[in-house]
């Protein structure tokens, strides 16, 4: 099953749980977690609109899918949980960042700081089966997620949308480009980093931006994850 939609976001997409494929996802997800191991956890799958209420919303960015090893995945794009490796997508957007912005690169991949200032996480496909990348690709979760885009679209306040590799920048017809702000690059995958995601200065950037927006600035850098004696 798919969890309640958060309380900061139920108003906004209360027409969109009562249609068809949003019905039809409900049964998939059903099947599939009585079968398979799914990620992440049924009370993660909506993290990041947990974490980043719809009158929040700065900033989105983008993701594809959720990670499907153990223990990664946890409902934001990009993150992992706390005492995970980084994968190597994460990484690089660490090295771009300190590269960008000359934050020291940290010693975990919890993103959670970054959705709590207003940075939206957004996956376009919100569950994955284990070890099975893309498997719940085009049951309907896509269309969910463009609608969750066209919602943060019509907000009247300006957001700055971080589109990071083709699949992203497909979104850009979804965005109203004269009253917001697209910043695009490459994917940070190790396959597409260096062809042009190094270098892009995306947070330096967005901060421009929101400045220019007269919006708080996000702080970037993730505090270091405090290790417990046992």
């Not at 967005?206 to 600035?217: G, I, M, W």
Request: hydrophobic share 40%; glycine share 6%.
């Amino acid at each position: 099953m798919v969890p309640p939609i958060p309380a900061g976001w139920r108003s906004v997409l209360a027409e969109e749980v009562k249609k068809p494929y949003y019905q039809k996802l409900q049964k998939f997800l059903q099947k599939e977690r009585q079968k398979h191991t799914i990620f992440p956890a049924e009370k993660e799958v909506f993290a990041a609109l947990k974490l980043t209420a719809y009158k929040n919303v700065n900033i989105l960015l983008l993701g594809q899918d959720p990670y499907h090893d153990d223990k990664q995945a946890h409902g934001l794009c990009f993150s992992v949980r706390p005492g995970v490796a980084p994968p190597p997508s994460l990484m690089n957007i660490f090295k771009e960042l300190q590269n960008d912005a000359g934050f020291r690169i940290p010693n975990h991949g919890h993103l959670a700081h970054w959705a709590k200032q207003g940075v939206l996480m957004l996956n376009a496909v919100l569950t994955v089966r284990a070890h099975s990348p893309g498997s719940h690709r085009n049951k309907g979760w896509e269309i969910f997620t463009d609608a969750v885009i066209q919602a943060v679209n019509a907000k009247e306040s300006p957001v700055v949308f971080l589109l990071w590799g083709n699949y992203a920048k497909q979104k850009m017809k979804l965005i109203d480009t004269k009253r917001h702000v697209i910043i695009q690059s490459a994917h940070p995958s190790p396959l597409s980093a260096n062809n042009g995601f190094f270098g892009s200065r995306p947070f330096s950037k967005t901060n421009v931006a929101l400045r220019q927006f007269s919006k708080p600035e996000i702080d970037w850098q993730i505090p270091e994850q405090i290790k417990t004696m046992r």
